[in-house]
């Protein structure tokens, strides 16, 4: 199975701050790399997929990049309501696998 | 308005049986490949199966610690997907979610959700 590490677990941030998330795999998956947004009690909801598209109606704040094993979802100006977990997805193999997360949290 | 309904779960002894459903409205469900993704609580989210589309023969899969256990299937005429889940184990507990694919890859669309408790 393909194992998803993303970096870092918590993260505390400030409003307008920039924040970086790179989610690392264990084998190449080409751009096939999903990220969505979890709020607590809530399903996830899709943000960014085939590594850099963003989703209908989702910020242009929100931008993904990478290729090969290394990936990364980048908020340029984290919001009040950008506070939440999220967490990578490859489509790349069966079975497919989701990192751990990483939880944004107000410093 | 894409919605997807998820309910069937419980409480339920360990062996026991529980049979999930979704139900869909607000696209053709048909189109569609469909997930199961379940959370174990306070932990991240798992990947538990697909079902295919008609196009694809409605074929499955599934991620290795429920294969034998659970099976996906779906009824497009009713707008449902179902996932019957056996032999079940207390690490099976989860919240368990339903999932629109678009294409043939990504999830853009989760249901709200449904509880499994496995526990004596």
């Known amino acids: 199975d393909i194992q998803l590490t993303q970096s870092p677990s918590f993260l505390s941030a400030s409003v307008e701050d920039r924040v970086t998330i790179t989610c690392r795999a264990s084998?190449?998956?080409?751009?096939?790399l999903a990220w969505y947004q979890q709020k607590p009690g809530k399903a996830p909801k899709l943000l960014v997929y085939?590594?850099?598209t963003l989703q209908s109606g989702v910020p242009s704040r929100f931008s993904g990049s990478g290729s090969g094993t290394e990936f990364t979802l980048t908020v340029t100006s984290l919001q009040p309501e950008d506070f939440a977990t999220y967490f990578c997805q490859q489509l790349k193999t069966y079975p497919l696998t989701f990192g751990g997360g990483t939880k944004v949290e107000l410093k | 308005e894409v919605q997807l309904v998820a309910s069937g779960g419980g409480l339920v002894q360990p062996g026991g049986s529980l049979r999930l459903s979704c139900a869909a409205s607000g696209f053709t469900l048909s189109d569609h490949y469909m997930d199961w993704v379940r959370q174990a609580p306070g932990t991240g989210l798992e990947w538990v199966g697909r079902t295919r589309n008609k196009a694809r023969g409605y074929t499955t899969e599934y991620v290795a610690s429920v294969r034998g256990r659970f099976t996906i299937s779906r009824d497009d005429s009713q707008n449902s997907l179902y996932m019957q889940m056996n032999s079940l184990k207390p690490e099976d507990t989860a919240v368990y979610f339903c999932?629109?694919?678009?294409?043939?890859?990504?999830?853009?669309?989760w249901g709200q959700g449904t509880l499994v408790t496995v526990s004596p």
């Open positions: 085939g590594t850099s």
């Open positions: 084998q190449g998956i080409g751009s096939s």
């Open positions: 999932a629109r694919v678009i294409g043939t890859d990504t999830v853009d669309f």
